[in-house]
Every structure is written in C-alpha cells, then in structure tokens.
C-alpha cells in the first residue's frame, strides 16, 4: 500500500489498545498509499507489543517514550521521522469509513491556497478564542454536517489534520509551549492561515470514539479533571495572546452569516 506513497500518517498512542487495534483494522481498506509514523508515549497496557508485531502491509516506523510525555512535542518527533510530501495527523481512537478519506484530504490540499484539511472544524471564533458551536462542521459517520466535497474553517480539530510537509517545517512544527496538549489544532490552523494559505474540513466519513473514557476517569479523579481545566485556561489564553490579531474570526460568507439568524442557536463551547 505504500507504493509511490506522498503522506505519512503520524500517531501519539498511550494504552487504550483496543481503539489503535480498531483504527488499525480501518485503515486496510484506505486507498491512498500511506506511511505511518506511531509513537508509543510511554503506554503500560499491550500496545508496544502491538506494535512490534505489526500485521498489517503498511511500511510502520515504531519508537517510544519512556514514560508519558507532552503529546505536542510527540507529534513534533514524529513528523520530522516523516519524509513525505504530506502529513497526517490522526488520533488513534478513530476509524475510517471512507476508503478514499486520505485522497480526499490530499485532492483539498490541491485546491488554491489551500494549506490544512480535516474532517472536523470550526467555523467562527469569539475575539476571546472560544468557538461559536453552531459552526462547527464535520464529517461523523452518524450524520456529517460539512458540505461535499470541503468547506473552509477557522480551525481544523486536531482529530485529523493533513498538510504539506514543507508548510509543517516553514511554521515551525508544533509550538510546544502550549503544555502537554490543548492547543495545538487552534495554534496550528491559524499559523496557517497567516502565511495566506485556507483551512478546510472534508466531507470523508469517519467515527470517533474520544471523550467517554475521559470522562469516566475524571468522574473517579476530580483532581485530573481540575488540572485537565487548568491546562485549557492556559492554553487559551497562550492562544489568544499569540494571535489576537487575528480575533475574533469568521469564514463564512455574507450569505451564510445572514441564514444562521434563522437558525436554532446551539450552546457556545
């Protein structure tokens, strides 16, 4: 599958082998040829020796952290690994029902100016930094609300984001200043789009599985959860002191602006 392949997948994993086996499986049918990058972050279930026994056809390049570090700077490891003309940042709690969901971000990519692409974003952001929810747009399998074949966004969701590589290196990876995680979509997405180039969430099915296992475990360790809500502030407000030149921010069109009076108004998030 990796024949004359232009993209690397790159992952962070740490435990929940089940949803990296489940996105493995999902990954067969895709009909872009693709490298995958993964780095274990310092996992203590069976996923390092998933990975060394890899199965599957695709060309893997497997490392690991000793212990669980910042996902940010793993995805920065991870991506200078790669030498590929794309990259793809993928969590490993998805599953792709699309085959063709990598040619499609790749055919986004080729669009004018064109710089990131997704399959879930946002469309507006308040001059604080926080999204307006009912412009979200994505591509869930249970019923994708984003428009064939791509809408453009503000900001691509860090679930899945695909660009060139040369873009990931002029705008220097990742920030890592960010902390451990939160942050890193936002932060990425408009450093894109100050070099001039457009956003885009793709119409490419997919199911994700994220947010119910963290949920649980804040339930049964309030102090996470406190910490977990620290660490958004920060990113926030890192966020908003970086670009606030750039807020608030709005792609929609004139027209779409006036239809959305018309419609319900969801909860901020």
């Known amino acids: 599958p990796a024949v004359g392949a232009r993209v690397t997948i790159a992952m962070s994993v740490f435990n929940q082998l089940a949803l990296t086996r489940a996105c493995m499986e999902s990954l067969r049918a895709t009909t872009e040829p693709f490298r995958l990058i993964v780095i274990d972050n310092g996992s203590t279930d069976d996923t390092p020796r998933f990975f060394e026994r890899f199965e599957y056809a695709f060309p893997l390049r497997f490392e690991r952290n000793p212990e669980n570090r910042s996902v940010i700077a793993t995805l920065n490891r991870a991506w200078r690994l790669a030498d590929t003309e794309f990259l793809c940042f993928l969590h490993n709690d998805t599953e792709m029902v699309e085959p063709a969901w990598l040619a499609r971000l790749l055919a986004a990519l080729a669009e004018p100016a064109a710089g990131l692409a997704g399959l879930e974003g946002i469309k507006r952001l308040r001059r604080t930094g926080r999204y307006v929810g009912r412009t979200i747009v994505h591509s869930f399998a249970h019923g994708p609300t984003v428009r064939a074949p791509w809408e453009e966004v503000a900001v691509v969701d860090s679930v899945c984001m695909c660009l060139p590589r040369e873009l990931m290196e002029a705008v220097g990876g990742f920030d890592e200043g960010y902390g ?9 997405s408009f450093a894109v789009r100050e070099r001039g180039r457009r956003c885009l ?7 994700h599985h994220g947010g119910g296992t963290r949920a649980r475990e804040f339930a049964a360790r309030p102090e ?7 660490a958004r502030r920060a990113a926030m407000d890192r966020f908003r002191t970086k670009w606030v030149h750039r807020l608030p921010c709005d792609v ?18």
Do not use: K
């Open 180 to 188: 451990f995680y939160h942050g890193l979509d936002r932060d990425l």
């Open 224 to 230: 996470r959860e406190r910490r977990d809500l620290a």
């Open 201 to 207: 969430v793709v119409r490419a099915p997919f199911i």
């Open 252 to 269: 929609r069109s004139r027209r779409e602006r006036v239809l959305a009076w018309f419609r319900p108004t969801l909860a901020f998030v």
